[in-house]
């Protein structure tokens, strides 16, 4: 069955870094486009990034451009979120999801938490 399973959150400074991982299992990791996404507390579901099948292929939300980096590693099936210059806004569960065949989220990890404070 498909499994994704994220590892790597925490709490850091402001101005801090930190890098999410996301396991991937079950399907064929390289031929699916995927998603990070993101939910700060009492707040919806927030798209952050995404990478299609070729990594070339990537995409950020505004509030994280120039600070976050989505890549994949096929090779290992993991996808990964780099996240610089973090912010107390940044703070949220970060979650690794699969694109279906409609352009839905059709997987979800379990979530990793992320915090940003002083």
């Known amino acids: 069955q498909v499994q994704l399973v994220e590892s790597g959150g925490g709490l850091v400074q402001p101005g801090g870094s930190l890098r999410l991982s996301c396991a991937a299992s079950?399907?064929?990791?390289?031929?699916?486009?995927m998603h990070w996404v993101r939910q700060a507390p009492g707040k919806g579901i927030e798209w952050v990034s995404r990478?299609?099948?070729?990594?070339?292929?990537?995409y950020v939300a505004d509030s994280v451009k120039g600070r976050f980096t989505i890549s994949r590693d096929s090779a290992k099936n993991t996808l990964n979120l780099q996240m610089n210059s973090l912010k107390p806004e940044d703070t949220a569960l970060y979650y690794c999801?699969?694109?279906?065949?409609?352009?839905?989220?059709?997987?979800w990890g379990q979530g990793t938490q992320v915090t940003v404070s002083s």
């Open positions: 999801t699969k694109q279906g065949s409609n352009n839905e989220y059709d997987y």
């Open positions: 079950g399907f064929t990791f390289s031929s699916a486009w």
């Open positions: 990478i299609g099948i070729s990594s070339g292929t990537t």
